[in-house]
T-cell receptor
Framework: DVKVTQSSRYLVKRTGEKVFLECVQD?????MFWYRQDPGLGLRLIYF???????EKGDIPEGYSVSREKKERFSLILESASTNQTSMYLC????????????FGPGTRLTVT | GENVEQHPSTLSVQEGDSAVIKCTYS??????FPWYKQELGKRPQLIID?????GEKKDQRIAVTLNKTAKHFSLHITETQPEDSAVYFC???????????FGTGTKLQVIP
């Protein structure tokens, strides 16, 4: 059974703070993804990684960076949080040749005040 | 890049009726079309997917159809039940190694 976990379910940060969201998967998946989910906008890809230390920009990378130092862990970093980054953040993972079959984490509801 | 449009944004049906959700995509090179279901407060989960070399796929009460010429695909749920109530996302990708582009979601409500 694939398990994808995220470090926090709820997070409240102040404008300008540096924020780290952590994601860990235990199925040795090569691909990992970060999305944000907003009402009416669906799931929008921020960044993805297909291998350790590799990253690719998604559709909305501005204001975010990522880190993948180990295969099982993929971190999303908000260098200077802003109120428009208040959202639900979802991490996902998949096998390297099955990006259409993703396993999602429970999500982190981030509020920036 | 790929653009996926999904309709309707909300859908209410009586229990036992059928529900249809439609999506269109822009990139003719896309060849994987997964569907995800997200129940309230839960994470999205893959429920079915279809590849471009297949026109239709069924799994119990769920079926997906694909029209490559028109670049649209649909999810059909028959004999709907209250537990089918959720947000459904369609998606498209170029293949197993590529990123997936999601639609904006359809909130399905099944009325008992």
């Amino acid at each position: 059974d694939v398990k994808v976990t995220q470090s926090s379910r709820y997070l409240v940060k102040r404008t300008g703070e540096k924020v780290f969201l952590e994601c860990v998967q235990d199925m040795d998946h090569e691909n990992m993804f970060w999305y944000r989910q907003d009402p009416g906008l669906g799931l929008r890809l921020i960044y993805f990684s297909y291998d350790v230390k590799m990253k690719e920009k998604g559709d909305i990378p501005e204001g975010y960076s990522v880190s993948r130092e180990k295969k099982e862990r993929f971190s999303l970093i908000l260098e200077s949080a802003s109120t428009n980054q208040t959202s639900m953040y979802l991490c996902a993972s998949s096998l390297e040749n099955q990006a259409h079959e993703q396993y999602f984490g429970p999500g982190t509801r981030l509020t920036v005040t | 890049g790929e653009n996926v449009e999904q309709h309707p944004s909300t859908l209410s049906v009586q229990e036992g009726d059928s529900a249809v959700i439609k999506c269109t995509y822009s990139d003719s090179a896309s060849n994987y079309f997964p569907w995800y279901k997200q129940e309230l407060g839960k994470r999205p989960q893959l429920i079915i997917d279809i590849r471009s070399n297949v026109g239709e796929k069924k799994d119990q009460r769920i079926a997906v159809t694909l029209n490559k010429t028109a670049k649209h695909f649909s999810l059909h749920i028959t004999e709907t039940q209250p537990e089918d109530s959720a947000v459904y996302f369609c998606a498209a990708s170029h293949g197993g190694y590529q990123k997936v582009t999601f639609g904006t979601g359809t909130k399905l409500q099944v009325i008992p």
